[in-house]
């Protein structure tokens, strides 16, 4: 079945350092894999994805790394900031024909000033 | 442009009723999605409207359907509410660019949500 895992649930760092949240899909058939910032009692928002054919993907200080072979994709933050704290989830989707994203369970990030 | 804007954004229903959510997509965008986000089973998948026609469905019960209108804004109904429907209900929508032979690489835009309190 379609299954997105990811770890950690939580992550705590201080401002300045990196952070990464790693997720695993099960579905070998997609191929896209957008990442989401939802902040306290907002929407969630895109902050970047990534498609099948590129292994790599760079926005100033967020980047998203794929392996196709192991299933695994992950968020990098670097330079973290205060206002980067949020829940952050992943997702695939298959995108022939469909929207329809499978979330991850979320990481919770707290940067401490 | 406006974004994804959704009514009631608040919602207080005891069990056994009924509920019926809207969302308006942005302007010129063609296919609306559902998702349940619990604390428990975070973002859950309900459906995809794609012009006026269901084009996926998670597993959800019968309980739970939905209908896209011709200008391309959604509602999706609740019936017999139980108290496990607590959540907030985001919809998401995005060009709905198809792809049967290539992928179409849809970015979704969420809404502000419902937030659904059963009791």
């Known amino acids: 079945g379609e299954n997105v895992e990811q770890h950690p649930s939580t992550l705590s760092v201080q401002e300045g350092d990196s952070a990464v949240i790693k997720c695993t899909y099960s579905?070998?058939?997609?191929?896209?894999f957008p990442w989401y910032k939802q902040e306290l009692g907002k929407r969630p928002q895109l902050i970047i994805d990534?498609?099948?054919?590129?292994g790599e993907k760079k926005d100033q200080r967020i980047a998203v790394t794929l392996n196709k072979t192991a299933k695994h994709f992950s968020l990098h933050i670097t330079e973290t900031q205060p206002e980067d704290s949020a829940v952050y989830f992943c997702?695939?989707?298959?995108?022939?024909?469909?929207?329809?994203?499978?979330f991850g369970t979320g990481t919770r990030l707290q940067v401490f000033p | 442009k406006a974004g994804v804007t959704q009514t009631p954004r608040y919602l207080i229903k005891t069990r056994g009723q009924q509920v019926t959510l809207s969302c308006s997509p942005i302007?010129?965008?063609?296919?609306v999605s559902w998702y349940q986000q619990t604390p428990g089973q975070g973002l859950q998948f309900l459906f995809e409207?794609?012009?006026?026609?269901?084009?996926n469905k998670g597993n959800f019960p019968g309980r739970f359907s939905g209908r896209q209108f011709s200008n391309s804004r959604s509602e999706m109904n609740v019936s017999t509410l139980e108290l496990g429907d607590s959540a907030l209900y985001l919809c998401?929508?995005?060009?709905?660019?198809?792809?049967?032979?290539?992928?179409?690489?849809?970015?979704?835009?969420f809404g502000p949500g419902t937030r659904l309190t059963v009791l």
């Open positions: 990534i498609r099948s054919n590129v």
């Open positions: 998401a929508s995005s060009l709905g660019r198809t792809g049967q032979t290539a992928p179409s690489y849809n970015e979704q835009f």
């Open positions: 579905d070998s058939a997609s191929n896209y």
């Open positions: 302007s010129g965008h063609r296919s």
């Open positions: 997702a695939a989707s298959k995108t022939y024909n469909t929207d329809k994203l499978i």
């Open positions: 409207y794609f012009s006026e026609t269901q084009r």
